[in-house]
């Protein structure tokens, strides 16, 4: 059997299986959904939603996470974290912003790029703990 490719990509993947990937991705969500129980318990926030969104693009595989919390005052502060493939390797994406009637305003962003599944899984999960561990205020 040939190593798969991913679609858009002419190398074979890394000898990181599926599981291993599948298991990195579930331990980023995992990230993700402890952070919006955390925000539940908060008095300032009003509701929590929480999206892991693979992409439907057959060009360039992608996965998205959106925790966004609508606060108490009116204002959304929405925890984004993108991960695609760029190039050879993989782009990560991690960016916190605050909505509120005049739009969104971006209070972080932070871009990596890393080469191989085994480097992006090993890295994701620790770049999602730091995306939900910067301080905002949520007022």
Same mark, same amino acid.
């Given at each position: ?16 299986? =599926?599981?291993?990937? /599948? $298991?990195? /991705?579930? $331990? ?15 008095? !300032? ?16 595989? $992608? ?12 204002? $959304? ?56 561990? !910067?301080?905002?205020? =949520?007022?």
């Amino acid at each position: 059997m040939t190593d798969p490719t991913w679609p858009g990509s002419r190398e074979p993947t890394s000898s990181l299986d =599926l599981g291993q990937m /599948l $298991a990195g /991705l579930g $331990a980023t969500d995992a990230v993700l959904q402890g952070h919006s129980v955390a925000l539940r318990g908060n008095p !300032a926030v009003s509701s929590v939603t929480v999206v892991c969104e693979p992409s439907r693009s057959s060009e360039s595989p $992608a996965i998205e996470w959106f925790c966004d919390a609508e606060l108490t005052s009116g204002v $959304a502060v929405s925890w984004n974290l993108l991960l695609y493939r760029k190039g050879a390797g993989w782009a990560v994406q991690r960016r916190i912003s605050r909505i509120d009637a005049g739009g969104s305003d971006p209070l972080m962003e932070l871009d990596e790029v890393v080469d191989g599944e085994a480097a992006m899984i090993g890295l994701l999960t620790t770049l999602a703990g730091e995306l939900v561990a !910067a301080t905002v205020p =949520l007022e």
